[in-house]
């Protein structure tokens, strides 16, 4: 899986990748809607392992997502199988995170609407979910701008994050190709 848009290339991670991904990873701010929040730089190691291992299994994955024009690591982008916890699948999910100097900038959106046309067009997807805590506004209106669907009886609970904490309950969207 490769895709490039104007301004960005989704790519398999290398081993050049691991100190900036484990800088986005460690930051507060980015993760501050993920339960456990940073993650250390062999966790981040482990992530990229899985990601390499989807993407030998299943010929898609969690993607390293470059910036054309200087080739910075900007964050990770991509799809994979969903967990169990969403009733009806399996389920292809698709995920980001970028660095915080990179954000408002629109390269999200760039390579989050051409990794769903990837995944209709090169994969033959009929749907790809979305979902996060119900507090993360910034990735909710994402999805809403790409286009997702929000159905508010689907809501439900993360049972990995403690009860009581914000950010338990999740909201599920769902992508289908146009037309
Ligand atoms: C969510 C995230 C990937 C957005 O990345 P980004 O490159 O800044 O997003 P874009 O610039 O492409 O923005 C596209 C749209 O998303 C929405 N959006 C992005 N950031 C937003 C924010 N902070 N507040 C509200 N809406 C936001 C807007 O609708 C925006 O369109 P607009 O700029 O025309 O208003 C980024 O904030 C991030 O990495 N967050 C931390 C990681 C995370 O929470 N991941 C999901 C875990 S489930």
Redesign the pocket.
């Known amino acids: 899986m490769r895709i490039e848009t104007e301004r960005l290339r989704l790519r398999p991670w290398q081993d050049r990748d691991l100190a900036p991904f484990a800088l986005i990873n460690a930051d507060p701010d980015?993760r501050r809607?993920?339960y456990p929040s940073v993650l250390t730089t062999a966790e981040t190691a482990d992530v990229i392992a899985e990601c390499d291992a989807h993407l030998e299994k299943h010929g898609f994955a969690f993607m390293a997502l470059e910036r054309k024009a200087d080739a910075a690591l900007i964050?990770g982008l991509g799809l994979s199988i969903a967990g169990e916890e969403i009733s009806g699948g399996p389920h292809v999910e698709i995920?980001?995170?970028?660095g915080s100097p990179?954000?408002?900038?629109?390269?999200?959106?760039?390579a989050a609407d051409a990794c769903l046309r990837h995944a209709w067009a090169a994969l033959g997807l009929t749907e790809v979910i979305g979902y996060?805590s119900r507090v993360?506004?910034?990735?909710r209106?994402?999805m809403e701008?790409l286009g997702m669907k929000r159905d508010p009886a689907e809501e439900f609970d993360d049972v990995t994050v403690p009860e009581g904490n914000a950010l338990r309950p999740h909201v599920l969207y769902r992508a289908r190709p146009p037309g």
Not at 95 to 98: A, E, N, Q, V
Request: hydrophobic letters at 40%.
């Open positions: 980015v809607f993920y964050g995920g980001w995170i970028l990179y954000w408002r900038n629109g390269y999200a959106l760039e996060t993360n506004h910034p990735s209106a994402l701008k």
